[in-house]
Nanobody
Framework: QVQLVESGGGLVQAGGSLRLSCAVS????????MGWFRQAPGKEREVVAA????????HYVDSVKGRFTISRDNAKNTVFLQMNSLKPEDTAVYYC?????????????????WGQGTQVTVSS
């Protein structure tokens, strides 16, 4: 059984930083791409960042480029999302997900397993 446990969300003022973590168990973590998604109230879930199986390739949605960094530690079965210069529009529930294969994906249909989500709230 694959389990994903996110942590690190919370309330932060605009301009602040948070670091999200997602620990994965029950699957060969190092063989699969990983992604971070977010969903704000009334909006569709969107990919925020994705990383290939070995960290060699990454992808970011335009709105977070230069502010967010995705990384992974395959020895610890964990993926991270460092979020700097946070804005109120970054407020959402953030989800991590395990990809269906080793290449990073841009759409939620390319991900097989999902965490429960962690709330990130950025106040102005």
């Amino acid at each position: 059984q694959v389990q994903l446990v996110e942590s690190g969300g919370g309330l932060v003022q605009a301009g602040g930083s948070l670091r999200l973590s997602c620990a994965v168990s029950g699957r060969t973590f190092s063989s699969y791409a990983m992604g971070w998604f977010r969903q704000a109230p009334g909006k569709e879930r969107e990919v925020v960042a994705a990383i290939s199986w070995n960290g060699g390739s990454t992808h970011y949605v335009d709105s977070v480029k230069g502010r967010f960094t995705i990384s992974r530690d395959n020895a610890k079965n964990t993926v991270f999302l460092q979020m700097n210069s946070l804005k109120p529009e970054d407020t959402a529930v953030y989800y991590c997900a395990v990809g269906r294969d080793y290449e990073l994906g841009y759409h939620q249909s390319q991900y097989a397993y999902w965490g429960q989500g962690t709330q990130v709230t950025v106040s102005s």
